[in-house]
Every structure is written in C-alpha cells, then in structure tokens.
C-alpha cells in the first residue's frame, strides 16, 4: 500500500502523559502537512513541513506540541502534559508539487487520541 | 473571522434527488486554491476537486459539478442523482498563494441520502 499511514490508530492516555504520533507520508511526496479535528468540525491547520524543514506553524500548535520530520520523510507529532481538550483525530497529509496529482493532499486514516 | 463557510450543516436527500453544497470563503489574496474533500463514514479525507483562483470555468466530472463564481466568493459543489454512496461529510478548503503551506477547512456538510 502506498499511501499515507499513521500510528497508532487510537491512543488513550491519561491526563498529563505524553505522547507521540507518526506519519509516514507516500514515499516521492516532499510535502507533509498536521492536521487536528474534532467532533463535528473540519480539520484544523496545525504545520507542515517542505521535506525536513518546518515551513508554517499554527498558533493552535501550543508549547507542548512539537513536530519533526528528521530526514525529510516520515515525521512525529508530539503532545507533552496532555490535557482533556487534546483529545482529537490527528491527521497527517501529504503532496507533492510535481505531478498529475500536484498539490492534492493525500490524507492518512489519523491517529484518534483520548485524553482521560 | 472564519476563512471559509459552509452554512449548511447537514443535509438529507432521497436518493435520486439533486443536492448543492454551498460555500463560501474569505480571502484578501489574489492567488488562492480552492478545494473539495469528502470524509465517508469510514473516516479517511478523499480528495475531489481543486480550483485556482484564475480559473473560474465550472466543472463537471460524472454527477459531481462545482460552480465557482469569484464575484460572491462561493465554490459549490452539486451532485446529479444522488445515490447512498454519497453519504458522507463534505469539506470546502482554501489556501492563499502559491505554495499550498497552510489550509483551512469549513466545519463539513455532512450529506445523507436515503434510499
């Protein structure tokens, strides 16, 4: 299967751990982008990254939220001191500027982390 | 200010019927992308439709058709003889400039046809 992947699926953790998401985006993408969505809306902007550099952030990204992508291919997103309001799908997308399917976001499954 | 509407939040059909999705999206930018996703029950983003904001020839593909009319500002998503597999929630996306670095998405219509 070649499109974007994320683990884990579901995350449930207690209030104040912290955790880590990976996406492993389709292989020829340089594009990586975060996404977070809950319940009933669309999905909220929160980076992306232009092969290992980290390009834009959102303002939703908090101080206990870092994101990584170390070589320019897959990447982790890191939630530290979870709180309740943290839980959320977590998306992952990815695309590429070059292409019959140039500058489509391909989405991954998301990672559904609960936060007790 | 949200950058981009949908007002509608749920819609319900018969099968057969025509449905519109409407939205609407904010922008000071001259250059911008304008995007259609569906979200099925099963959860993962499918991609639609992309539009740029020099282009505003309508298009057609099968059932689907969108309509995009910069002078309301509106990108609206129609589809013909509506049938279940439809059933989904549909996101309106935007994003300004050339180089595709930030989106935003409306709050989804979610569409349900019934047989």
Redesign the interface.
Known sequence: DTGVSQNPRHKITKRGQNVTFRCDPISEHNRLYWYRQTLGQGPEFLTYFQNEAQLEKSRLLSDRFSAERPKGSFSTLEIQRTEQGDSAMYLCASSSPRGTSANEQFFGPGTRLTVL | AQK?T?AQTEISVVEKEDVTLDCVYETRDTTY?L?W?KQPPS?????LI?RNSFDEQNEISGRYSWNFQKSTSSFNFTITASQVVDSAVY?C?LSEGYN?????????TKLNVKP
């Open positions: 981009v949908q992308y995007f996703y959860g993962e983003l499918v991609f992309r996101f996306a595709f670095n930030k989106f935003y998405f409306g709050s989804g």
